[in-house]
């Protein structure tokens, strides 16, 4: 059974600040995709990082994927209020229906 | 495009009770997936649907049932509601199988 953990679960940051968010999982896989949530809201989707060594950028968002540590880093920089939410990784296990099973996310907070 | 839509937003049920949450999406997709998310937790996999008239079961499918008669709709039925389904449902869309891409706005439900 696949099973995917982040740390921390929480996190409280000041503006300006770099910080990285990890994310591992137990069994082999070479896929995984970050989802951002509001509070109250849907999932957005943020990166999907199909192989070893894929990293993506946006904004001050960078994720990066490495397969043999079995091993995704979301990585923050220089923060602002409004990337405050849950960022959830989730890792594929069945790639023929698009079947993964996700973090319990970790809950950012950034503060002025 | 509407995206992904989902009705009704809020329900509270009985024990015992049986409702259909309704999903469609306007993308012409393909694949199409049902999550529940408990509070504090990340998604866990209902169903999934890769086409028309082809459904399986996710990780939790028990207590649900799933149809997909058309591209467009895929309801998901519960039957002899628990409160064990008190949970926030929602159905996510993708072109390919590399990741459930768009999510709709979700649906609260709670069993009392």
């Known amino acids: 059974e696949l099973k995917v953990e982040q740390n921390p679960l929480f996190l409280s940051m000041q503006e300006g600040k770099n910080y990285t968010i990890y994310c591992n999982y137990s069994t082999t896989s070479d896929r995984l995709y970050w989802y951002r949530q509001d509070p109250g809201k849907s999932l957005e989707s943020l990166f999907v990082l199909l192989s070893n060594g894929a990293v993506k950028q946006e904004g001050r968002l960078m994720a990066s994927l490495d397969t043999k540590a079995r091993l995704s880093t979301l990585h923050i920089t220089a923060a602002v209020h409004d990337l405050s939410a849950t960022y959830f990784c989730?890792?594929?296990?069945?790639?023929?229906?698009?079947?993964?099973?996700f973090g319990d996310g970790t809950t950012l907070t950034v503060k002025p | 495009n509407a995206g992904v839509t989902q009705t009704p937003k809020f329900r509270i049920l009985k024990i015992g009770q049986s409702m259909t949450l309704q999903c469609a999406q306007d993308?012409?997709?393909?694949?199409m997936y049902w999550y529940r998310q408990d509070p504090g937790m990340g998604l866990k996999l209902i169903y999934y649907s890769v086409g028309a008239g082809i459904t399986d079961k996710g990780e939790v499918p028990n207590g649900y049932n799933v149809s997909r008669s058309t591209t467009e709709d895929f309801p998901l039925r519960l039957e002899l509601a628990a409160p064990s389904q008190t949970s926030v449902y929602f159905c996510?869309?993708?072109?390919?199988?590399?990741?459930?891409?768009?999510f709709g706005p979700g649906t609260r439900l709670t069993v009392l």
């Open positions: 989730a890792v594929a296990y069945n790639t023929n229906a698009g079947k993964s099973t």
């Open positions: 996510a869309s993708s072109y390919s199988t590399v990741n459930p891409e768009f």
């Open positions: 993308m012409n997709h393909n694949y």
